[in-house]
């Protein structure tokens, strides 16, 4: 069954004439891998923002995007962030707060996880991802993947249903790169 299907889906950037996607129409299944592949400045990230509610960029968008039944647009803001995680192509864009303790549970909070159900989730992906030693750590003082690591673990934490990563690996050095592949 279809969990995700784009519809002829269209969009330009407010004040461009430039169209940056156009005529896009894809369906994904639920457990489905998919890659998007093109050149630097073809709209692959544009595309998965628009996947996105809270990412989507300003500009004329046509066509629709569906999640199960619903149009996307339409769905909850919490259950938009919660259920679809993003893991941004600069790690550092994407970090808000000083400790990875903190970063780790911030997403949680924000969804009003009791705070023992918050400790025991971010236990097991700690353990998961194998980065029980950055826990304690600054968010600042983190290697770059080091960082990105911890983008993901703080996105997979809050169990989204749909998991989109925007060239996660483009700022790491080959064996960070390596490293998150692996995971």
Not at 21 to 33: A, R
Not at 77 to 94: A, W
């Amino acid at each position: 069954m279809d969990y995700l299907e784009i519809k002829n889906l269209t969009f330009q950037y407010a004040g461009s004439e430039k169209e940056v996607l156009k005529s896009i129409s894809l369906t994904i299944s639920k457990g489905e891998f998919v890659l998007i592949c093109g050149t630097s400045g073809s709209g692959k990230s544009t595309f998965l923002k628009m996947l996105k509610p809270q990412l989507t960029p300003a500009g004329k968008k046509e066509g629709t995007i569906f999640l199960g039944t619903e149009r996307l647009e339409l769905l909850s803001e919490e259950f938009s962030t919660s259920r679809i995680g993003y893991v941004m192509q600069n790690p550092e864009n994407q970090i808000i707060t000083e400790t990875v303790w903190h970063e780790l549970a911030f997403g949680l909070e924000n969804m009003g996880i009791h705070p023992t159900q918050i400790k025991s989730r971010i236990a097991e992906m700690v353990n998961f991802l194998g980065i029980q030693e950055l826990v304690e750590e600054k968010t600042n003082e983190l290697s770059g993947g080091q960082k990105q690591l911890v983008n993901l673990a703080s996105v997979l934490v809050m169990r989204p249903e749909i998991l989109i990563l925007d060239e996660p690996t483009t700022q790491l050095d080959p064996i960070a790169s390596q490293n998150f592949v692996e995971i």
